[in-house]
């Protein structure tokens, strides 16, 4: 089970830190991830960690502006948003995967545990 937290209103050039709670499982092989949709959009991918070793991947949209980061001791992931922009407005979606390769990491069908999403508005 995935409960993804920390969405919220917030300014443009602002900051956001999002958290995604993992239990039930232990999640050592796994990938986790955070996808967002925007209203009318496509689901796009954001960033990923490998659980084991915490190799990160970025979005070239958001490389340099968010940093993902996990705590092993409690099982979550968290997402720093920093410099946030008005087309960073969407819901957010934590997911996780097994198993998974460097070419399907940033693929939302690979991921087969997802949180219920918490919503981003980025707005002045």
């Known amino acids: 089970q995935l409960q993804a937290s920390g969405g919220g209103l917030v300014q443009p050039g602002g900051s956001l830190k999002l958290s995604c709670a993992a239990s039930?499982?232990?999640?050592?092989?796994?990938?986790m991830a955070w996808f967002r949709q925007a209203p009318g959009k496509e689901r796009e991918f954001v960033a990923a960690?490998?659980?084991?070793?915490?190799?990160?991947f970025y979005a070239g949209s958001v490389e340099g502006r968010f940093t993902l980061s996990r705590d092993t001791a409690k099982d979550t992931m968290y997402l720093q948003m920093n410099s946030l922009k008005p087309e960073d407005t969407a819901v957010y979606y934590c997911?996780?995967?097994?198993?998974?390769?460097?070419?399907?990491?940033?693929?939302?069908?690979?991921?087969?545990?997802w949180g219920q999403g918490t919503k981003v508005t980025v707005s002045s």
């Open positions: 960690i490998r659980w084991r070793g915490g190799s990160t």
């Open positions: 997911a996780a995967g097994s198993g998974l390769i460097l070419s399907s990491i940033r693929v939302d069908s690979q991921y087969g545990y």
């Open positions: 039930g499982r232990t999640f050592n092989n796994f990938a």
